[in-house]
């Protein structure tokens, strides 16, 4: 028995012509954008204006609406106050706990800021895009687990982030990750990915790109755009859900490091150590 996804010996899903035929005449053929955008991405081709446009690093963000603190009742009026967690700073400037949920449209963003920043640190080596992988968030971590089993067997050492996208014209799911492949310089030729993205049942039309190791943390972020437009947020939100619930990203196990020299480290010491840096260097 095949230590693999249990879904391996399923029958093939059909997927209709006019289905297929849908998805070919739309984002494909889209004029690239590079609006809002400080750095060209190899897929902005593939979604339209509105979504391309996007990007979590704008200058400004509200702050968060519904920042930690308690409540309290005003002994001269009676009602309930609530007193914001928070610091002031040695400029004397006031500053408050945000909530840092992903419910939070403000603190949706400055997480997802923070995945970013840790995907930078990682050092991946690799943008890989893929098309048509599931319908839902429960069949797209099936698929994409599928996908890692298989290109595994090219790639051993095959590490990667990732996170699905709705496509703009709502004719399917779109994935896009970024790569590593620990100490180990493999070279991934596009026809590995085909050839895993085949045996998975994805979409054929995928995309690859070799990345360069001084890439902003904006350019990571990318996959994660969707989350600063409140239409495309909750789509998002739902669609890369896992059984523990609201993650934002999907991770193989051995993929967040420090630098691509580094230790494995924990997600979550990945986003404190890159956030920070990334703040001391402002
Ligand atoms: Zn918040």
């Given at each position: 028995m095949s230590n693999g996804p249990a879904?391996?010996?399923a029958e093939p899903q059909a997927r209709s012509h006019t289905f297929l035929a849908l998805y070919r005449s739309s984002g494909f053929t889209s004029n690239p954008s590079t609006r809002g955008v400080s750095v060209p991405h190899p897929y902005l081709h593939l979604s339209d204006d509105r979504l391309t446009g996007l990007t979590l690093f704008s200058?400004?963000?509200e702050p968060c609406p519904q920042p930690k603190g308690r409540d309290v009742i005003n002994p001269h009026t009676g009602e309930i106050e609530r007193v914001a967690h928070g610091w002031d700073d040695t400029d004397g400037n006031h500053h408050v706990v945000r909530c840092e949920k992903n419910t939070c449209p403000v603190c949706v963003v400055i997480n997802a800021q923070r995945v970013a920043h840790a995907i930078q640190l990682a050092a991946p080596t690799y943008a890989i895009f893929l098309s048509l992988v599931g319908d839902s968030a429960a069949e797209i971590m099936d698929h994409a687990s599928c996908f890692a089993h298989y290109i595994r067997r090219?790639?051993?050492e095959f590490q990667w982030?990732?996170?699905?996208?709705?496509?703009?014209?709502?004719?399917?799911?779109?994935l896009h990750s970024y790569v590593h492949t620990l100490d180990r310089p493999y070279k991934i030729p596009k026809r590995v990915i085909v050839k895993?993205?085949?045996?998975?049942?994805?979409?054929?039309?995928?995309g690859v790109k070799r990345l360069s190791p001084d890439l902003p943390a904006d350019w990571f972020g990318y996959p994660l755009k969707s989350l600063v437009?409140?239409?495309?947020?909750?789509?998002?939100?739902e669609l890369n859900r896992t059984r523990r619930g609201?993650?934002?990203i999907h991770a193989s196990r051995q993929f967040w490091r420090d630098g691509a020299s580094g230790p494995?480290?924990?997600?979550?010491?990945?986003?404190?150590?890159?956030?920070?840096?990334?703040?001391l260097s402002k």
């Open positions: 879904h391996l010996s200058d400004h963000l090219d790639v051993p982030a990732w996170a699905a996208e709705v496509n703009p014209q709502l004719t399917g799911n779109h895993a993205a085949q045996k998975a049942r994805l979409g054929l039309k995928v437009d409140p239409l495309y947020a909750p789509q998002f939100i609201v993650q934002l494995q480290i924990r997600r979550g010491e990945a986003e404190a150590i890159a956030y920070r840096r990334a703040q």
